[in-house]
């Protein structure tokens, strides 16, 4: 999955210490577990609201607890913050 949020009008590829600056992956550790339980949280609901089938809910919910047990560490750390790192880790599974 290309990494939409940095794409904008810049064509050429960025250089590796401007991904480091605007990247917050590093700081974000501190809410891997937080974010996870969230995206747990509104799976359910968007279940329990019938916005997304059970068998998509599955899904969603076996990838998130498989992201959670592998770790942070397996994450794509080239993405601007976690929010958008666990979504493309989700999305490809």
Do not use: P
Request: proline share 0%; net charge negative; charged share 35%.
């Amino acid at each position: 999955m290309s990494n939409i949020l940095r794409r904008g009008r810049l064509e050429a590829a960025q250089d590796e210490e401007i991904l480091r600056y605007t990247s917050s992956m590093e700081a974000d550790r501190w809410i891997f577990d937080a974010d996870i339980a969230v995206d747990l949280a509104h799976t359910v609901m968007l279940r329990e609201q019938g916005i997304i089938n059970r068998e998509d809910c599955s899904k969603i919910l076996s990838g998130l607890l498989k992201i959670r047990e592998e770790g942070m560490k397996r994450l794509d750390f080239s993405y601007e913050d976690i929010h958008i790192s666990l979504e493309s880790k989700l999305i490809d599974m």
